[in-house]
């Protein structure tokens, strides 16, 4: 198993440019969600998938945001346009069924110039 | 709406000395809890879960945890820490509210080990 597979790592961007964050969750989880990680507000739950149909996406900063999942083996993250103040790390996780823990990503540090 | 406070933002040990990062939560109902470990550069890693039952719970790495209902405690033990449990610990806290499953992790506690 690869774990949740997340791309890319880094990412420096302009303010202004678009940004596509990507992830490939674990084979078989039905339950995808989406993590912002900052120094200020800690770990914030953006959004939510259950079988590739948003359930929650009451966390998304704004509509500059956008979450989509398209199949069940992946998922995007795109900010337009992007915030110097949208710098952060961006987490995926999935789980197997509902309230089965959380498998994280490694991330995506994101940095807005 | 559900919380969790880790009172202790950063905590130092010495190796082989036992240790328990505090871990309160707020939930009308009965939760389901979780502890997470994060290296640096790295995503979360499940320590261990409580959702019913016996109230210690064995996670890996040696870990264990105890739900207090009555202290709305969910509170990390370790007898003897080594150098690589030097990490960033989260509790974190489960709901279902209106059909949403709901989970918010608390600020986290980074633990610094000293040699």
């Given amino acids: 198993d690869a774990g949740v597979i997340q791309s890319p790592r880094h990412e420096v961007t302009e303010m202004g440019q678009e940004v596509t964050l990507r992830c490939k969750p674990i084979s078989g989880h039905d339950y995808l969600f989406w993590y912002r990680q900052t120094m200020m507000r800690g770990l914030e739950l953006l959004i939510y998938f259950n079988n590739n149909v948003p359930i929650d996406d009451s966390g998304m900063p704004e509509d500059r945001f956008s979450a989509k999942m398209p199949n069940a083996s992946f998922s995007t993250l795109k900010i337009q ?33 | 709406a559900q ?19 505090r871990c309160n939560y707020s939930y009308g109902a009965t939760p389901y ?23 210690l719970v064995q996670g890996i790495k040696g870990f264990e945890a105890e739900f207090k209902r009555s202290q ?33 992790f608390g600020q986290g506690t980074r633990l610094t080990i000293n040699p």
């Fill in chain 2, 3 to 21: 919380s969790v406070t880790q009172p202790d933002i950063h905590i130092t040990v010495s190796e082989g000395a036992s240790l328990e990062l």
């Fill in chain 2, 72 to 104: 709305s405690s969910f509170n990390l033990r370790k007898p003897s820490v080594h150098w690589s449990d030097a990490a960033e610990y989260f509790c974190a806290v489960g709901a279902t509210i209106q059909g949403a499953q709901k989970l918010v």
């Fill in chain 1, 81 to 113: 346009p992007s915030e110097p103040r949208d710098s952060a790390v961006y987490f995926c996780a999935s789980s197997l069924y509902f309230r089965t823990p959380l498998h994280f990503g490694n991330g995506t540090r994101l940095t807005v110039t």
């Fill in chain 2, 33 to 55: 809890l979780f502890w997470y470990v994060q290296s640096p550069g790295q995503g979360l890693q499940l320590l261990l879960k409580y959702f019913s039952g016996d109230t």
